[in-house]
């Protein structure tokens, strides 16, 4: 053993892994110190919220609906950890012939089933010994926009506070 | 004890792990603007396929066999490499990155760790990348970084040794070392090799027990003294975790096509120029000599009559009055020296540059008669590669440069960037 790395040096293993320390700058003079100094903290990071570990973890992208009712909807993007076990019930991404999937995982000895939450969908079996399977990792969150409404919804949105308005008399502004 | 940790087929395995459509099929990695074989799977290599052999030479075989391309994702690549590296620092304090597919690492003899023994770390840290990054990795531990070279090379080429192979003093060093060519030892080149093979050694192990050490300096210099030393199990390469600085730096990438005018060239100069300057601040040092080269393509033949095209190839280099890293600086004089070099009439195949006698940073010093960089100019130089680590590499450029892209690299069957471009991400359904 020579020589640790240089805190400076981090950089050269995982520059992903840089967090922004935001900088106050008070001048040192004699006085009264800045009472706000000793409260200093990193700012807060979605990656320090999301990610467990970063060398695993892979971003996904949803391409259709058929996850719709575990809110995965299309375009959502998955937080993938490969470092996570596998077991039924977790939703995972995986490779079955070549597609690739994210699907609640289910196995049953040597039947692996893929289950949808789209009741307009069918699961997906999986026969370890016909099928090529293999396993990127287990989705630990969802990042998404939040729905939009469409104009039906708009428009009965606001035909329910216009009731709510007569029914309760609350004067026109 | 010294650990060598490499992966198998790098820039096929990265493919593999974001695509297993191409696992058990054979894939040939291609480098070089898609002209030449740079990494082959194990069906690949069955197959017959050479590295480094030209595109144009299997074309058959890949017909034939249906062999998968990939043009070199280096983004990928690079990222895949970075994990790893990360990875092995959880296994051991200190990681030596020796290349992008291969990295030293350095564990105490007396481990208290959780591991029974050196089988048992080498199959943890197997499969944790093979997890993690479903990239498949062979170890090699042994007391020097030598015999864990030796030992990685044994661990590949025995399957049954599940990717792992432990050369400690004693029978199994002498096993290994009697079985294992001379060649293809770390650090014996061709030359060596001959040398060695004309006085009878041709295995490591006649090496290591070779008698007379004064012939061993005088013929192969202190590094074959080395050698010996190290595969007796006396360390001799010691572990680099801070990578000393480079001497010499160097940018010199085929264009995609053959490309006939000053314009163009100079356009690639200037980018392969920031690129070094990139490079110098990066290892915070400062540069004063700077030689440019350009040359044809030396295997071309002329079209219709097959015989040699005209060739042409020039260098020049000149030495600035001062040490800088700031690329107008270096350009000043570059294009010059460029302009000087054409000649018109010819199809250019590559453009280089090279940068010497680097300094630190620290300690130049001042000129009495030219300018040296002011520590404005050298500041601009370190918010650009902040901006553009940031944003993507040649956000922030001269106006200068790349201006067409005529120039550029070919990368025909390039694969998504899968972790480094938001746009490209994995889809799934």
Redo the contacts between chains.
């Keep these: 053993m020579i020589d640790t790395i240089k805190p400076a040096n981090i950089w050269h293993i995982d520059p992903a892994e840089r967090v922004p320390i935001p900088f106050y700058q008070s001048p040192v003079s004699a006085g009264f110190g800045n009472p706000a100094e000793n409260y200093l903290r990193a700012r807060l990071s979605l990656d320090q919220l999301c990610i467990e570990h970063p060398d695993a973890s892979y971003f996904v992208e949803v391409d259709g609906d058929s996850m719709i009712a575990d809110d995965i909807r299309p375009g959502s993007i998955l937080v993938v950890d490969a470092s996570h076990t596998v077991e039924t019930g977790k939703i995972i991404v995986c490779w079955v012939n070549g597609e690739c999937y994210a699907k609640r995982f289910v196995r049953f000895e040597r039947m692996i089933a893929l289950f949808p939450s789209n009741p307009d969908y069918l699961p997906i079996y999986v026969h370890l010994d016909i099928d090529q399977f293999s396993v990127l990792g287990v989705v630990i969150r969802i990042v998404s926009k939040p729905p939009k409404w469409d104009s039906e919804q708009t428009k009965s949105a606001i035909n329910h506070v216009r009731t709510y308005r007569r029914e309760r008399n609350v004067r026109e502004l | 004890m010294y650990g060598l940790i490499d992966v198998n087929a790098m820039y096929v395995s990265c493919e593999r792990a974001f ?3 191409l ?1 058990g099929v054979p894939v040939v990695a291609v480098g070089n603007n898609d002209h030449c074989v740079i990494a082959r799977s194990n069906e690949a290599k069955i197959l017959g396929i050479k590295m480094g052999q030209p595109l144009f030479q299997i074309r058959e075989l890949i017909d034939e066999h249906n062999v998968q391309i990939c043009s070199s994702n280096f983004e990928l690549i690079g990222d895949m490499s ?2 790893m ?3 092995l ?1 959880q296994f051991a ?3 030596e ?1 020796y290349s992008i597919d291969e990295a030293f690492i ?1 564990v105490n003899t007396h481990f208290d760790g959780i591991y029974p023994s050196y089988q048992g770390l080498g199959y943890a840290i197997r499969d944790t990348i093979g ?4 990239l498949p990795v062979c170890v090699g531990f042994g007391i020097t970084k030598t015999l864990a070279k030796v030992a990685n090379k044994r661990a590949k080429a025995k399957p049954e040794l599940g990717g792992v192979c432990v050369i400690t003093n004693g029978e199994s060093a002498e096993e290994a070392l009697r079985e294992f060519p001379v060649k293809d030892l770390w650090g014996i080149g061709s030359q060596y090799a001959r040398l060695l093979k004309k006085n009878g050694i041709e295995t490591a192990w006649q090496l290591q027990r070779i008698e007379d050490l004064d012939w061993v300096r005088d013929r192969m210099t202190v590094n074959g003294l080395r050698m010996v030393y190290e595969l007796r199990g006396f360390p001799c390469r ?5 990578a000393p600085p480079k001497k010499t730096i160097c940018t010199a990438v085929s264009f995609g096509k053959l490309i006939p005018d000053l314009k163009n060239i100079t356009d690639a100069l200037t980018t392969y120029l920031a690129r070094c300057c990139e490079k110098l601040r990066k290892q915070e040092s400062l540069a004063r000599h700077v030689t440019v080269f350009l040359h044809t393509n030396p295997n071309r033949i002329t079209p219709g009559n097959g015989l040699p095209a005209k060739q042409y190839s020039a260098s020049r280099s000149v030495r600035l009055p001062h040490y800088t890293n700031h690329l107008p600086d270096f350009l000043r004089y570059a294009i010059p020296v460029v302009e000087s070099l054409f000649q018109f009439g010819y199809n250019y195949q590559k453009v280089g540059v090279i940068l010497n006698d680097i300094i630190p940073d620290t300690i130049h010093q001042g000129n009495l008669f030219a300018e040296f960089p002011t520590a404005k100019s050298l500041h601009i130089g370190k918010t650009i590669d902040r901006i553009n ?1 940031k944003h993507g590499r040649d956000k922030v450029r001269l106006a200068s440069q790349l201006q067409s892209p005529d120039w550029s690299m070919v990368r025909g069957s390039l694969s998504r960037q ?2 480094t471009d ?1 746009n490209q ?5």
């Design positions: 695509n297993p459509r696992n970075a994990r590296m990360s990875v620092a304090d200190d990681v990155p350095q997890q993690w990054l479903r010691l572990l680099e975790v801070n680590r899968y972790t938001w991400l994995l889809k799934a359904k």
